[in-house]
């Protein structure tokens, strides 16, 4: 519990720090977010290293390092570069099995599944630091996810009841869910009442659509946790990695981070 928590002080204060240092030079949340994505892309590619050739390996880290340079023309062309790259990848993977007979379709699965979990997941990133409300969206999106993280493991740990989903973590409870949603909702509210009153800088956004906001995201959050869950037992691992004593490795980290990013982005870029 003590190094969890410590870890967690750390992450919490190395966040900050990104974001302070973000609105002093902005390139450094892309290329801290491209660093990310190959730390991820590396543990999922260890993890599953008995099914993806050299080559498809390669190519899964070639295709992570290209989105830094395209994510610098995202402003005029939106995420068409991204997914234009993205399609290239996956096109050149199929091209790839004309050359080596090791390729399996297990293998393949696995590059078409780690080209969106968690390329195009943290690729989301980049355009949602370059919004009108970039800074504010980033914020909502951590806080609120490690929040819901939070709650659910005090609240489940304190309250305990019915299992969530025994089959896939054994230790989520529907207690734990609830306090989730209310972590996730008191995260949201709680960066909004801080940029409003404490920072003084405005937000495009009114309370209520925040509230839902909070609401529904919370939701996301917990899903992303669940589906890392169910993919580390049919892999057969506990952690994806061990880079964050207490936590795992980063991907570990960012399983529910990347959900809520999504919803994050799909709500108030796309449909607002």
Known sequence: ????????????????????????????????????????????????????????????????????????FLEGSGMILLFAVVLSSFLLMMVTTLFDRNVTLKGMGLYALMLFYPIVLISLFYDLSDQPDGLFLLVITIAGSCLSDTFAFFVGSALKGPKLCPEISPKKTISGALGGVLGGVTGVMASWLIFEGALGIPVSYEWYILLI?????????????????????????????????????????LDSIMFHGFFVYLFFVVIL
Not at 12 to 33: H, M, N, Q
Not at 217 to 245: C, H, I, Q, Y
């Open 1 to 72: 519990m003590a190094k969890r928590l410590l870890t967690a002080g750390i992450l919490t204060i190395f966040g900050l720090g990104l974001l302070f240092l973000r609105e002093l030079w902005p390139p450094s949340f892309r290329i801290l977010a491209c660093l990310v994505m190959l730390m991820a892309v590396w543990e999922m590619e260890s993890t599953f290293r008995a099914d993806l050739t050299p080559a498809l390996r390669a190519l899964l880290m070639l295709t992570a390092a290209a989105t830094l340079p395209v994510s610098f």
């Open 213 to 253: 906001a909070g609401l529904i995201g919370s939701v996301f959050t917990e899903l992303g946790d669940l589906v890392e869950s169910s993919l580390k037992r049919r892999a057969g691992v506990k952690d994806f990695g061990n880079l964050l004593p207490g936590h795992g490795g980063v991907m570990d980290r």
